[in-house]
């Protein structure tokens, strides 16, 4: 399934599916890009990044999609699990002087 | 060991109260943060410090008082709580200055009677 985190959408998928969250970031000139995983009762922790001179990188299980002519970045989940249910917040930074937070995008996983 | 701990977890108070949430972090960084988070779950940043120097000072009422004593501490003090303070507040930390992968607390939850 997928979604676009500028409110606080949720994102319901089945267990095993593949999950993509979507976040269009504001400033065409941000660097450099992170998500964060938010669980309940948790502080948001780093899954993963990507810098402005990349399209694609990929981690464990999770891949990041940017594409700067339309300012959107992507985060794939594979085989999504019980554990990945969470807030997924994307950040961005200029310059590593200013940086942004999205407003988040509730993912839901289905068992 | 805990990376990022902040005291109190929960915090409930009257309005009009002063009260103080610390913040320490054994990384060995050199910023630290304050966010403030809604029931919306949006995160917004209220402070930053580098090396005990202030360098983000976002919009936010002048009751709220951020002190570092040290690189591995920052702590938040507001003064004269009101309603619309209840919220979650969290401390962060990182290695080098703004936008750098940060580690975050679990939180302070505020509730303002």
Redesign the interface.
């Given at each position: 399934g997928e979604s676009v985190g500028l409110?606080?959408p949720t994102l319901s998928v089945q267990e095993g599916d593949n999950s993509i969250i979507n976040c269009a970031y504001s400033n065409s000139a941000s660097d450099?890009f992170?998500w964060y995983k938010?669980e309940s009762?948790?502080?948001?922790?780093?899954i993963i990044?990507i810098r402005s001179n990349m399209d694609k990188r990929q981690g464990q299980r999770v891949t990041v999609l940017l594409n700067k002519t339309v300012k959107h970045l992507s985060l794939q989940i594979a085989a999504t699990q019980p554990g990945d249910s969470a807030?997924y917040?994307c950040?961005e930074?200029?310059n590593?002087?200013?940086?942004y937070?999205g407003?988040?995008t509730?993912l839901n996983v289905k068992p | 060991d805990t990376a990022?701990s902040q005291t109190p977890k929960y915090l409930v108070t009257q309005m009009g109260n002063d009260k103080s949430i610390k913040c320490e972090q054994n990384l060995g960084h050199d910023t630290m943060y304050w966010y403030k988070q809604d029931s919306?779950?949006?995160?917004k940043?209220m402070f930053s410090y580098n090396n005990k120097e202030l360098i983000i000072n976002e919009t936010v009422p002048n009751r709220f008082s951020p002190k570092s004593p040290d690189k591995a501490h920052l702590n938040l003090h507001i003064n004269s709580l009101e309603l619309g303070d209840s919220a979650v507040y969290?401390c962060?930390s990182s290695q080098?200055?703004?936008?750098?992968?940060?580690?975050?607390?679990?939180?302070t939850r505020l509730s303002i009677l």
């Open positions: 409110h606080l450099y992170i938010q009762g948790k502080g948001p922790q780093f990044d807030v917040f950040a930074t200029y590593f002087n200013k940086f937070f407003s988040g509730k | 990022v919306k779950k949006f995160l940043i969290f962060a080098g200055r703004n936008g750098a992968p940060q580690h975050f607390g679990d939180g």
